[in-house]
């Protein structure tokens, strides 16, 4: 769809329907620097979006509304404490235009999982509307608008493989030759709120046995530029592990399921409770999914590659 008309300079009005799709994320490396005084920790993060989607679609109204389907429906709210509410509001700010959209979210990811579905979901939306409203922000300008609601918006607008530093919202692409990784990702029942694990995580630190911390993802980024899973494997590490675990012993036993059927490697995603596991090929993420799913430790185990462009018009 052409977003700008010939003769004008004008942004052009798409008439809808607009639909866009938006990927889940997991998190390579995820080093989490100490508490401060302004109660955040300095994030240093290797993002990677991977094929499991969330879609947004939006069409002209004369108000806003928000409706959905699949993962959640009944349970996440659908007001202003929404993400897509308040990503439309923030856009329409930002471009002086009346926030008016029937919006429709077809949900995929599943709800806390630490897959930043609730990001993935806001980044989809500012896609949408920019192009219903015409408004013809550049990706940039998109993630700058994002930023202020959430630090995976930006990732999840520009996708791939990506460093992600400051909160997690200042995002530089990683140029590594394209090699598709195949992932099992191991969905748990119920979710974990990403800010009790980070509370978890300063107690644990306080504690008389801190966990080790990560620091800097070198290591993972000399990894990606290899294409042997072996040695990816060995450079993955979340540094709110622990305390997902801490709050989840369950999730030992995912873990330990997945180490049972054969995966390269295995980890909590961002804050948990999902675990995500590398496969060598897409044969054997199946049979990696099978061997997790006979566990029978988790709701559900499915296959993902990666990495995938971020949120973009269907
Ligand atoms: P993160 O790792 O970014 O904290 P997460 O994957 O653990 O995210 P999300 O599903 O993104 O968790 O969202 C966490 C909470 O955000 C939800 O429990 C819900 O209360 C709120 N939320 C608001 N809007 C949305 C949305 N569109 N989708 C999911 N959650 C939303």
Known sequence: TEAWGPDDDEPRRHHGPVRVRVPAKINLHLGVGPLRADGFHELNTVYHAISLFDELT?????????????EGTGTLELDESNLIIRAAKALAART???????LHLRKSIPLAGGLAGGSADAAATLIACDLLWGTGLSRDELADVGATLGSDIPFLLHGGTALGTGHGEAVSPILARPTTWHWVVAIADGGLSTPAVYRKLDELRDSSFPPKALGDPDELMTALRQRDPAVLGA????????????????????????????????????????????????GHAAQVAAGINAAGVCREAVTARGPMPGARVT
């Open 235 to 282: 450079a993955l590490g979340n540094d709110l592990q622990p305390a997902a675990l801490a709050l989840r012993p369950e999730l030992a036993a995912v873990l330990e399921a997945g180490q049972r059927a054969g995966a390269v490697a295995g980890l909590v995603s961002g804050s948990g409770p999902t675990c995500v596991f590398l496969a060598t090929d897409a």
């Open 58 to 70: 939006a069409r002209a109204g004369d108000t806003l509304t928000l409706t959905m389907e699949g």
């Open 96 to 102: 002086r235009m009346p926030a008016y959209a029937r």
